[in-house]
């Protein structure tokens, strides 16, 4: 806490990125870094690091990639091995006019052998090692080894329904809400609740019968959590109940198609044990009880798959990071991760 409490102070004095409030910690959020603010932000993390004679061994980067920057233009930092393990598109909240200057510093940051590149999903492997001119970039799918919940086999509660919504707009909602009460008593009768209303905790998650998505991006931290709880999830078939922001939100129809090409590469689309609906009424009665058995099984499967999944993705980190740390005294030497375990992971 102390840490932490000077690192903000330090980052407030020093960057115009934060607001004039910023003495009493009220954090001033931008779409996009430039690069005065990460020298900026790299001079705070010199002082942080000198004033606590702070040592590590490895430095991870995950979210924005472009935090890269500001932990290499740090001297104090700059000679650490790091890990930069990717869930967003290349450019996120990176200011236009610098995007060569960024992906030239990326280029020369990956090609130095202590640093490594690792993506959280295909897509956005395929599209960096497009943009950066890489070889292949290994894909290690989420461990959920921070949420602190484990996957049920029987389900106590309803249907979860994730939906980027205004705060006003609860037109899905009345809608699935009418549908039950109309729909044949065969047909799906189970609570239906709205992640806006949800106000448990994670490992409440993992209770529910299913879970419906409503997908704005080509990915997220929350599909990848779903699944390794072991939670079927359903997804609308239909491109046009998805709520996209850009860059996956067409304005030409050029535009259009080239999102209707990248669709398919997309996690909603790729991943095994997600159902993808037609309509709300179909979706409700893809959950009736006379599928119980059928959703019984799928479960379990999703149970073992997940478990397994998990061992596979800590193997795949024992020698991704074995390559760059080296392996520990009276340790056997690691072997790189192979593509056939790197097309299982993904």
């Not at 942080?48 to 930092?77: I, R």
């Not at 930069?84 to 996120?92: E, M």
């Not at 806006?196 to 905790?201: E, P, V, Y």
């Not at 390559?323 to 520990?328: D, F, T």
Request: some cysteine; charged content about 20%.
């Amino acid at each position: 806490d102390q840490l932490s409490e000077v690192v903000t102070n330090a980052i407030v004095r020093s960057s115009s990125w934060f607001s004039a409030e910023g003495a009493s910690m009220d954090w001033q959020y931008y779409d996009v870094w430039s690069w005065a603010t990460l020298t900026s932000f790299a001079r705070s993390l010199t002082w942080v690091v000198e004033a606590f004679s702070f040592s590590a061994d490895l430095l991870v980067v995950t979210q924005p990639l472009v935090l890269l920057a500001a932990l290499k233009l740090s001297p104090a930092l700059r000679s650490l091995p790091t890990l930069v393990y990717s869930s967003s598109h290349l450019d996120y909240m990176v200011e236009r006019h610098t995007h060569k200057l960024w992906k030239s510093f990326l280029v020369t940051q990956l090609a130095q052998s202590r640093n490594v590149l690792v993506s959280m999903f295909s897509w956005n492997a395929f599209m960096m090692e497009s943009a950066l001119r890489l070889q292949t970039i290994p894909v290690i799918g989420g461990v959920s080894l921070y949420m602190g919940a484990g996957p049920k086999t029987i389900p106590t509660k309803g249907l979860y329904v994730l939906s980027r919504d205004t705060p006003d707009d609860c037109l899905v909602q009345c809608l699935l809400r009418r549908l039950r009460t109309e729909l044949s008593p065969n047909s799906f009768q189970g609570d239906i609740v709205f992640a806006r209303d949800f106000k448990s905790s994670w490992r409440e998650i993992a209770k529910f019968h299913a879970v419906a998505l409503f997908p704005y991006a080509s990915f997220t931290m929350t599909l990848e959590e779903l699944l390794n709880l072991a939670v079927p999830v359903f997804v609308p078939r239909h491109y046009s109940k998805h709520i996209y922001d850009t860059p996956f939100l067409p304005r030409t129809p050029a535009s259009l198609r080239a999102v209707f090409s990248r669709l398919a590469m997309f996690e909603t689309f790729t991943r095994p044990f997600i159902v993808h609906f037609d309509s709300l009424s179909d979706l409700l009665r893809r959950l009736s009880p006379a599928r119980d058995a059928h959703m019984k099984l799928w479960k379990q499967t999703m149970v073992a798959y997940s478990a397994d999944q998990a061992l596979k993705r800590l193997a795949l980190w024992k020698a991704v990071l074995g390559r760059r740390l080296g392996a520990r005294p009276g340790t056997a030497p690691v072997k790189s991760p192979s593509s056939r375990a790197r097309a299982s992971s993904a």
